[in-house]
């Protein structure tokens, strides 16, 4: 059963991290939740948890009138179940003692105001799957998020075997996954070509990137790209964070026409409502704007992937994946639970290689 009360981090003004969140003490999940709910859920002790780009959306542009507060953010986490509440004459999947994967999706942090940076967290179990044996749950903390949105981007894509392909970003948390999944996916007989900076080379290299672009040498990386690979174009780019919108805007010259844009959205320049605005108005000009280039669209089509509720089969499926050895997750640094604040601060600056995990559990080693 829940203790009185468990650690969390929360929020109750929108802003930055670092001016929004305080570390807090709040009353424990009720559990099980009441009124009864219709299908099995969980309490899970938090061992671990994961940062992501999308913890920055809730903390600085949900207003309070939209999600229950205080809220406390995050969705990716690893722990153990605690209690189990199954309705009458249905079979639970989980038992107490039992290590897993979850996913606090945006509805339900919206609607609970509880999300994974907390010592406790009661969830539906559809949001959870079991920790596969042989997997630290270092690791698997930072799987699911972007992994799910990995393998969406790939599938969506189209990649397959022989294909060249274009990876924006293969060094961010999702980047880092996108390109292992494209590396199996085109086989030895495919080009996997990374763009990222001269810091994270040496990564996107070892992950399976056979020719590295560092954008950081051109004053425009669309005209090096060009330059390069117009004669030999790609059969996909995969942009894994919303890079420089001008790589899209000028990926007629270096993707084939039947080729698929697929991306992660449009980088914001900021955190404000305008920033965002803008962004969603970029997104859907990209999808919806006539492909033909005399009305000034670029030929190819794009393609975005959010990560709302990936469901319980993708997400077996990426934990299947890191339990077969065909996907690793790649950690940029792991921080203790009172140092949230400063894990943010990677995060927002936009230059994790990898994933930023928090060690939430005092006992865990």
């Known amino acids: ?39 099995e859920y969980i309490l899970v002790t938090t061992s671990f948890s994961a940062l992501n780009p999308g913890d920055l959306f809730t903390t600085h542009l949900i207003p309070s009138f939209l999600r229950t507060v205080p809220t406390v953010p995050g969705l990716d986490l690893v722990g153990t179940v605690s209690a189990v509440y199954s309705p009458p004459e249905s079979t639970a999947r989980f038992k107490a003692g039992d290590k897993v994967v979850g996913l606090v999706v945006f509805s339900h942090i919206l609607s609970t105001g509880r999300g994974a940076l907390a010592g406790e967290v009661a969830i539906p179990a559809r949001y959870a799957v079991k920790m596969p044996e042989g997997k630290g749950e270092r690791e698997l903390a930072g799987s699911l998020v972007a992994g799910c949105t990995a393998v969406k981007m790939v599938d969506e894509a189209g990649v397959r075997k022989g294909h ?63 330059k390069r690979y117009s004669k030999e174009k790609f059969d996909a780019v995969l942009d894994a964070v919303g890079a420089d919108m001008r790589i899209y805007a000028h990926c007629a010259q270096y993707l084939k026409p039947d080729g698929i844009y697929s991306s992660v959205g449009v980088k914001l320049s900021g955190f404000g409502v305008l920033d965002a605005v803008s962004a969603v108005w970029k997104m859907q000009i990209n999808t919806i704007w006539p492909k033909t280039p005399w009305l000034l669209g670029t030929g190819r089509t794009w393609k975005v992937t959010s990560m709302m509720d990936p469901g319980l089969e993708l997400m077996q499926r990426v ?47």
Not at 204 to 217: I, K, N, P, S, W
Not at 323 to 343: C, M, N, R, T, Y
Not at 344 to 352: K, P, Q
């Open 319 to 365: 934990v299947d994946m890191l339990a077969e050895g065909k996907l690793k997750v790649v950690i940029d640094s792991e921080w203790p639970f009172d140092q949230v604040l400063d894990a943010y601060d990677i995060v927002m600056a936009g230059r994790a290689k990898g994933k930023v995990i928090i060690k939430v559990g005092d006992d865990v080693q």
């Open 1 to 39: 059963m829940p203790s009185p009360a468990t650690q969390a981090w929360c929020f109750t003004v929108t802003g930055p991290p670092r001016s929004a969140l305080t570390l807090s003490h709040l009353p424990s999940p009720a559990f099980p939740p009441f009124p009864l709910p219709t299908e």
């Open 164 to 226: 060249r392909v274009l990876v924006v970003g293969g060094s961010g948390g999702v980047g880092s996954m996108v390109l292992q999944m494209v590396r199996d996916r085109v086989g030895r007989e495919g080009v996997v070509v990374g763009v990222c900076s001269e810091t994270s080379v040496a990564i996107v290299q070892r992950l399976g990137a056979d020719e590295v672009v560092d954008y950081t040498m051109y004053d425009n990386v669309s005209s090096e790209l060009a």
